[in-house]
């Protein structure tokens, strides 16, 4: 019976096997099973998948419906803050695209879906650009 950990480290899994990179042709860094703290960031571009749960329906029948949501999170940073937004929206599509390819998450789920995308602009370092983009990826599956 899979639990939330162990569809998280598939999700984390199917991105390294995948390894979505931006137009640069530039790849994540590292994937990381929480946010890091920025005394942690490794450089850019890294990323994240965090496992938020979601709501369980009674059992019809003998089993009952979970559906959880994971955040797949990626940040980069550039000068340019152009670039910067570029990278970010070309890694939201890399990274969607490789989901779609594994429904199922490895046999793990009985369906999975990009439910949401989100994106976030921050300045640091002076006058870098560090763009963000969150997936939120439903998952749904039965016990």
Wanted: proline share 8%; glycine share 6%.
């Amino acid at each position: 019976m899979p639990n939330p950990k162990v569809i998280r480290n598939q999700i984390i899994t199917i991105l390294i096997t995948a390894d979505p990179k931006n137009e640069a042709g530039k790849s994540i860094v590292r994937w990381f099973k929480a946010e890091p703290p920025k005394s942690r960031w490794p450089g850019f571009p890294f990323g994240w998948v965090e496992a938020i749960l979601g709501p369980q329906e009674p059992p019809v029948g003998a089993k009952a419906q979970i559906i959880d949501q994971f955040y797949i999170c990626v940040a980069d940073k550039h000068i340019d803050s152009e670039k910067a937004d570029d990278s970010i929206l070309e890694f939201a599509d890399s990274v969607e695209a490789a989901l779609d390819d594994d429904p199922s998450i490895g046999g793990l789920v009985a369906a999975s879906w990009v439910s949401n995308r989100e994106k976030q602009k921050v300045f640091i370092e002076g006058d870098y650009s560090m763009c963000a983009v969150r997936l939120t990826l439903s998952t749904r599956r039965r016990e």
